[in-house]
């Protein structure tokens, strides 16, 4: 069975710290690793997508890493601020799976205090 | 205004009504998805459709049913709803058909069932 999974559930850093959130997924066989953002009370917002073919994304003060063959992907995020307390969220989009379906992981609850 | 809207925003119920949750889009998008989150078991896809005559079941798809009435809205109806069907659930949307594509996320439906 095609899952994903990501540790740790929840985390709390002082502003300014460098963290890393984990992800991983049991079928090297993807198109895609997505990792999104979940406020309360919000839809889910897209932050990187790491094509099967690379190995990272960048974006501002985040970057994504992808290694198929060890099924894990990394969300970096440098210097954290209150801003960044979201649930953070991967899915990969598996070949195997119809239809487009991303397979997400439970998520990481990521808390920045000030 | 967002691309991607979900009506009612929160929503009450008894065991046993019946109740539609209505998606729209300003996308353009052919391809959207029916998710619902539960705590500590991330997303999980109930239908999707790749166009108004395509509807596909996903991995949860008992005790729902849809309907595409345009390209831009996808509704989901639970015939008679009951307690475990309490859940957020997202309405998305896609472009479609390369490794690139991404899912954009409506806001939520909050849904209790007494």
């Known amino acids: 069975k095609q899952e994903v999974t990501q540790i740790p559930a929840a985390l709390s850093v002082p502003e300014g710290e460098n963290l890393v959130l984990n992800c991983s997924f049991t079928?090297?066989?993807?198109?895609?690793l997505q990792w999104f953002r979940q406020d309360p009370g919000k839809g889910l917002t897209s932050l990187l997508l790491i094509q099967s073919s690379q190995r990272e994304q960048t974006s501002g003060r985040l970057n994504a890493s992808l290694d198929k063959s060890s099924g894990r992907s990394t969300l970096y995020i440098a210097a954290s601020q209150p801003g960044d307390s979201a649930t953070y969220l991967c899915?990969?989009?598996?070949?195997?799976?119809?239809?487009?379906?991303?397979?997400f992981g439970e998520g990481t609850q990521l808390t920045v205090n000030p | 205004d967002a691309d991607v809207t979900q009506t009612p925003r929160n929503r009450i119920t008894k065991t046993g009504k019946r109740i539609m949750l209505e998606c729209s889009q300003t996308?353009?998008?052919?391809?959207m998805y029916w998710y619902r989150q539960d705590p500590g078991l991330g997303l999980r896809l109930i239908y999707y459709?790749?166009?108004?005559?395509?509807?596909n079941k996903g991995e949860i798809s008992d005790g729902y049913s849809v309907s595409r009435q345009a390209q831009a809205k996808f509704s989901l109806s639970l015939e008679s709803a009951i307690p475990n069907q309490t859940a957020l659930y997202f309405c998305a949307t896609s472009e479609g058909g390369t490794v690139k594509e991404t899912q954009y996320f409506g806001p939520g439906t909050r849904l209790l069932v007494l």
């Open positions: 899915a990969a989009r598996f070949r195997e799976t119809s239809g487009s379906r991303l397979t």
């Open positions: 079928d090297s066989a993807i198109y895609n």
């Open positions: 996308k353009g998008h052919d391809r």
């Open positions: 459709s790749f166009d108004v005559k395509d509807i």
